[in-house]
């Protein structure tokens, strides 16, 4: 089994940066995506981007192209969120997920069959 834990949420003024990390433990060699998803209250959980572990491969939802950057370091099993230019509108739980039985790395959460437990970012006008 793969086991995700995610850090790096809190609160910012709009136009501010935060990182999330997400740190991989387990089977990691089986994961052959990695992606970060968003969710706000009453609302569907929503694709923000996604990487091959493998390289070659990022993905990245049309609402946070240009100011979201997703990238892993593998030696520590770990990918990041740089969320730069924030909005109150990207304000929601974020939750990774990593694909460990398929070659899928877009933006359906069910495609993923492994998430962590979120955490929050909130941002405010």
């Known amino acids: 089994q793969v086991q995700l834990v995610e850090s790096g949420g809190g609160s910012v003024q709009a136009g501010g940066s935060l990182r999330l990390s997400c740190v991989a433990s387990?089977?990691?060699?089986?994961?052959?995506?990695m992606g970060w998803f968003r969710q706000a209250p009453g609302k569907e959980r929503e694709g923000v981007a996604a990487?091959?572990?493998?390289?070659?491969?990022?993905y990245y939802a049309d609402s946070v192209k240009g100011r979201f950057t997703m990238s892993q370091d593998n030696a520590k099993n770990t990918v990041y969120l740089q969320m730069n230019s924030l909005k109150p509108e990207d304000t929601a739980m974020y939750y990774c997920?990593?694909?460990?039985?398929?070659?899928?790395?877009?933006?359906?959460?069910?495609?993923?069959?492994?998430w962590g437990q979120g955490t929050q970012v909130t941002v405010s006008s």
């Open positions: 990487i091959s572990t493998g390289g070659g491969f990022i």
């Open positions: 387990g089977y990691t060699y089986s994961i052959n995506y």
């Open positions: 997920s990593a694909n460990t039985l398929s070659r899928y790395g877009g933006s359906l959460p069910e495609k993923y069959n492994r």
